[in-house]
């Protein structure tokens, strides 16, 4: 099983970038999916969940801004960033579990089963 997340870049603040994830083998099977992020000089971070049937979940900041969708039958996830600010600024991960309640909680208190490496968004002022 594997993820691989994509789409990260540089932006200017106001701007929107959509990040991809892309599931192999049965990562996506009845498993929730979450992207996190890591912002400098920060703890890594809940962002948004979403689980197999499509419900989503977003921490505060993300809401009203980010976008998360899945597509089951193509193992994708991804997450569109509109009205993006420099405190966004960090490396962004993927992540899948069984569990929704695991992905969703915005302490992200678990461990989850199945990481992606990060992709770096960067957003300048």
């Known amino acids: 099983v594997h993820l691989q997340a994509c789409g990260g870049g540089l932006v200017q603040a106001g701007g929107s970038l959509r990040l991809t994830c892309t599931a192999s083998g049965r990562a996506f099977d009845g498993y929730a999916m979450g992207w996190f992020r890591q912002r400098p000089g920060h703890r890594r971070e809940f962002v948004a969940a979403i689980g197999w049937s499509g419900s989503p979940y977003y921490s505060d900041s993300a809401k009203g801004r980010f976008t998360i969708t899945r597509d089951n039958i193509n193992l994708v996830g991804y997450l569109q960033m509109t009205s993006l600010k420099p405190e966004d600024t960090g490396l962004y991960y993927c992540?899948?579990?069984?569990?929704?309640?695991?992905?969703?909680?915005?302490?992200?208190?678990?461990?989850?089963?199945?990481w992606g490496k990060g992709t770096l968004v960067t957003v300048s002022s």
């Open positions: 992540a899948a579990d069984p569990a929704l309640w695991k992905v969703m909680d915005p302490n992200n208190s678990y461990v989850l089963n199945y």
